[in-house]
């Protein structure tokens, strides 16, 4: 159960290492919270862009792991009028020590990870060309309007800060607006190639 560890050796050799995990271990380690503050300072910060917080239960699921394992501890708990009583956890310092290795190791090493689209792309001609061509479409109109979105909001945010911020606190931004626009540069190309293809009647074209 959550809120009941006492600090001890932390178990760093079989804990299951993740985005979240590191998110968890990280943010922690800056102030004490516990899991709904977590979730909600993870939301404010925007990281919610690169850490599935989706489902609410994956905080409280992954402190429970990293609680098990010795790599976060009880900070303290809380009791407000007419509020349940809230356990506040912070980071150990077996959990610093992980999670900046963590950090150090997911930058250095390519994961193959398995996302949907390239999945889907591998099979795109289990369908007719119509619909292929129709769903590339709409995902690239998609695309567009949430790059704008996105570089609407990096903007305003710079703005806040005088436009001048180190690059060093950008670079998950900037990395990813430029994968966005790579996809989008795909996107239009492979269309350009599909359309000229249906037109030239291409060999296995359908």
Known sequence: MIGHSKDEEADTAT?????????VLLL?????????????RILEWEKDRVINVSQRNA?????????????????ETTKHENRPERTVFRTTESG??????W????????????PEFPAALAFIASISRSEAMAALNERLETSERNLAAFETEVN???????GSLDPIH??????????ARAEITWLR??????????????????
């Open 96 to 101: 610093v020590q992980l999670s900046r290795e």
């Open 170 to 179: 950008l670079v998950d931004t900037d990395y990813q607006r430029t994968m």
């Open 15 to 23: 804990v299951r290492r993740s985005p979240l995990a590191m998110a």
């Open 28 to 40: 922690l380690a800056v102030e004490p919270k516990h899991p709904y503050g977590l979730r909600q």
């Open 156 to 162: 305003a945010r710079l703005a806040d800060f005088g």
């Open 103 to 114: 950090v150090r190791d997911m930058l250095r090493t390519p994961a193959v990870e398995y």
């Open 189 to 206: 190309g492979m269309l350009e190639k599909l359309e000229a293809a249906q037109r030239n009647g291409a060999v296995g074209g359908t």
């Open 59 to 75: 905080i409280y699921q992954t402190m429970r792991r990293l609680e098990r394992h010795g790599l976060i501890t009880v900070h």
